[in-house]
């Protein structure tokens, strides 16, 4: 996974990303609302499987979830440049 992000980081700082496209097309407002949607299921499956039988996996799994609530808050506050 950290390779595709650094793919992607490399990408931008290359100048090879245009900000507000994809493809070459404009992003709707539509589109970080459907990618939020599309991202919650593996968190309900955590949270549905806890506890785990390993010793590390429950401590690691309360640290991503404070980590995306955090990502969470500070999005939703978010304003943009324009």
């Known amino acids: 996974m950290l390779t595709y992000l650094l793919g992607d980081v490399s990408r931008i700082f ?4 245009e900000p507000g496209k994809m493809a070459g097309r404009p992003v709707s407002r539509a589109h970080p609302v459907a990618e939020h949607h599309r991202q919650w299921p593996p968190v309900i499956f955590d949270l ?9 996996d429950d401590p ?6 404070v980590f ?7 999005a939703w506050g978010w304003q943009s440049f324009r």
């Open 48 to 56: 549905v499987g806890l506890p785990y039988k390993g010793a590390c």
């Open 68 to 74: 995306s609530g955090i990502i969470i808050w500070c």
């Open 60 to 65: 690691l799994i309360g640290v991503s979830l």
């Open 14 to 17: 290359a100048g090879h990303m």
